[in-house]
């Protein structure tokens, strides 16, 4: 099985015969793990806060309005971005509508790939479970912030490729997946400390979300993989 890793989504190799892995630790991806676990019935996903706000307005069933500006929840929305916010007693059965800065508008780059999953921290040994069972080839896809290149996101692919090579025979396929492992071998005995010191840890401890930073660094502590469906574009659980 040969993995990469693509370090932002206009980096992100020809898919054919493979498929994505996309992760935004910080937060997006970690929120939509948080609230497929919390019940929520599956997650629409938009590249804007408008688009986001004029689907949920027509759509007749349970919803939930998620999104972050600037790490904040935006006017209007029911909630931002904070993984931690989903709960089952108020939110399962309900359809998210969901629009972020970066994680969503990675999903939507990789959106004609057949096999889109979604990463993190928190699900990486089902990930990587889902990866050993499929047999597959593969590109772990990070979202990066504002086209700049996220420690949080390389720590992700590299939490995936660590749990991978316990369970299959893994060839990689490039310098930047080799990276990834040996950044995540090192500092996964503090995972706390490595993705507050990241540029986009700082950003949510200087919104006043330190809270998510140690959501986000639990590793294993969501057993649930979501993946990619289309018609419309939203993520739901497997099985």
Known sequence: MNIDVAVLPSHLPSPAGRCVVVFDVLR??????????????????????????????????????????RCLRPEGFDLGNSPAAFNREAHAGRVAFMA???????????????????????????VAGELARRDQDAVLLCAGTDGQVTLEDLLGCGAVLDELSQRAQVALASDTARLALRLWRATQHDVVAALSDAQGGRNVIAAGLADDIAFAAAVNSVPLVGAVQRDPLRVAGLG
């Open 100 to 126: 972020t800065t970066n994680g969503t508008r990675a999903i939507l780059a990789a959106a004609a790939v057949n096999t889109v999953l979604i990463g993190a921290l928190v699900n990486a040994g089902a």
């Open 28 to 69: 997006a991806t970690t929120s939509m793990v948080a609230a497929l676990a919390a019940g929520v019935a599956e997650i629409r996903i938009f590249g804007d806060l408008e688009s986001a706000r004029a689907a949920a307005a027509v759509h007749p069933g349970p919803k939930l309005l998620c999104g972050e500006q």
